[in-house]
């Protein structure tokens, strides 16, 4: 009997003994095809030998030394590393150990920033609908997933979703693509107007957006029109990139590729590739300077930000990706990705739409192609295709509420950045046979 507290209580986990490059394998010697990286995390694969001998380095040193009192080497190479790749104004780095931890203090900042410029009136936050930014309350507050939000919703605090820019579904078939996306990006602007101009201190978003609707990234021009609206009301720009940064999106920051500067940017997952826990929250000189010459304290903090182990690995990571140039991987292996799927799956009835960026990629599954119709929520589609897919040794991630929190199903793609040609065809061939499942319902 274990003692352990699951994710699911019906459904306990098997247990995991090791992993090596692409595959993890269980006490009963099973192999499985590490599909989607754990949640888009291990980045560089499980047993890089460099990331081990890095924390086992920095261990042997100093293990720990509390934020309150010390800074550590790998802490100050890791930020300088950080800011010398980010894009636009980026400046500083604040270590967390997650993702929500960094979304949780991205919010505050943003609200600690207001006060000591001297508008304390701005005090909203928006959002969009069907993203994600974390399960702490702040985090969880900030996202839109309905499923997610709905039995914790009087403890929030309110923050207003606008729509996601979601071609696929919302844009009307005789509006152009990039009308479309200054539609949606308007109602930003609207929103703005509604809660008053003065009182909005932040607006946060995905760049492609994740585990809520499966790798869906904007339309082209969509973000600069969101970027000019900010500017324009001197309302912050946080994106989260915890899921899509880190190289996911074959940037090393997805904001890259919609040619945007953040105010505020939070990455997770990647950075520390799952041999650490670690975040960041990462803020621009100006921000960082109007605490500075206020309080000159930013009131926030944990235990374990800044570990000294979990950035020595962070620092491993990041020196992994830019020096073996696995971006370039990242962006080869990408298009070899998207078109064995589409060829694959161009006339499977009950795939609808494949999306997303660099080795981030979304199937999002219906009952009928030409209608775009979603299957019924009662069948419990993307639950009963990861057990499908990990009985056929993938693992992947297939999640419900695709569309508005109940209705849809995707399978989420995060391959490791060091699968070769061979494992994609191996990635597709397992998607395959996963996906025999909707042909008995």
């Not at 291990?42 to 040193?61: R, Y």
């Not at 009308?179 to 909005?200: M, N």
């Not at 989260?240 to 997770?268: F, H, K, Q, W």
Request: glycine share 10%; hydrophobic share 40%.
């Amino acid at each position: 009997m274990s003692n352990v507290f699951p994710r699911q209580i019906n459904a306990p986990p098997i247990k995991a003994v090791s992993s090596n490059g692409c595959y993890i394998f269980d006490d009963n010697g099973n192999q499985y095809f590490d599909g989607s990286g754990g949640a888009a995390v291990s980045c560089l694969g499980h047993a890089d030998p460099e990331v081990i001998q890095a924390i086992q380095d920095q261990t042997s040193k100093m293990a720990f030394a509390h934020t309150g009192f010390f800074s550590s080497d790998p802490a100050e190479e890791l930020a300088e590393l950080l800011i010398k790749h980010a894009p636009g104004d980026l400046d500083r780095v604040y270590f967390v150990s997650g993702g929500s931890e960094s979304i949780e203090a991205a919010l505050k900042l943003a609200r600690q920033y207001h006060i000591e410029n001297g508008e304390p009136n701005r005090r909203h936050i928006i959002a969009r609908r069907q993203s994600y930014h974390g399960n702490t309350l702040g985090a969880l507050a900030a996202g839109g997933n309905k499923w997610r939000r709905d039995q914790f919703e009087p403890i929030l605090i309110n923050v207003s979703h606008i729509a996601p820019c979601y071609e696929y579904v919302d844009k009307s078939t005789q509006e152009k693509t990039y009308d479309y996306g200054q539609r949606v990006a308007q109602e930003l602007e609207d929103e703005i107007l509604r809660l008053g101009s003065d009182t909005v201190m932040a607006f946060i978003v995905e760049p492609v957006v994740g585990a809520t609707m499966g790798a869906v990234p904007a339309v082209q021009g969509y973000f600069k029109r969101i970027e000019e609206i900010c500017q324009k009301y001197g309302v912050l720009l946080i994106l989260d990139e915890v899921m899509c940064g880190m190289g996911r999106t074959g940037y090393l920051y997805a904001a890259e590729a919609d040619n945007i500067s953040p105010d505020i940017l939070c990455i997770a997952k990647g950075l520390g590739a799952g041999y650490q826990p670690i975040g960041a929250m990462l803020c621009t000189k100006k921000i960082y300077n109007a605490i500075g010459s206020g309080t000159g304290f930013f009131q926030h903090g944990h235990t374990y930000m800044g570990h000294p182990v979990a950035c020595a690995a962070g620092l491993a990571v990041m020196r992994a990706i830019l020096d073996r140039n696995l971006l370039k991987s990242v962006n080869q292996r990408s298009i070899q990705l998207f078109n064995e799927l589409k060829i694959k799956f161009k006339t499977h009835s009950n795939v609808g739409d494949i999306r997303g960026r660099g080795l981030f990629v979304g199937l999002e599954l219906v009952k009928d192609r030409d209608t775009k119709k979603p299957f019924d929520p009662s069948l419990k589609i993307a639950a009963n295709i990861k057990r499908a897919a990990f009985e056929a040794g993938l693992i992947c991630y297939p999640m419900s509420g695709t569309r508005d929190g109940k209705w849809g199903d995707h399978i989420l793609l995060a391959p490791p950045f060091i699968i070769d040609e061979k494992q994609v065809a191996e990635l597709i061939e397992k998607i395959s046979v996963s996906l025999e499942y909707l042909n008995n319902i």
